[in-house]
């Protein structure tokens, strides 16, 4: 998953196989549920 606001920032318009776009919520949700990996940049 990628946060919508990075990938406009970045100027992401395409996202490979396998990933998808989400917003900050939900990857804080994410985060906090204690999930195995979580990059942030």
Do not use: C, H, Y
């Given at each position: 998953?990628?946060?919508?606001?990075s990938c406009k920032a970045r100027?992401?318009?395409q996202l490979a196989d396998g990933v998808t776009q989400s917003n900050v919520d939900q990857l804080a949700?994410?985060?906090t549920e204690g999930s195995?990996?979580?990059i942030w940049y």
């Open positions: 998953m990628v946060d919508d606001i100027g992401v318009a949700d994410l985060i195995d990996k979580v």
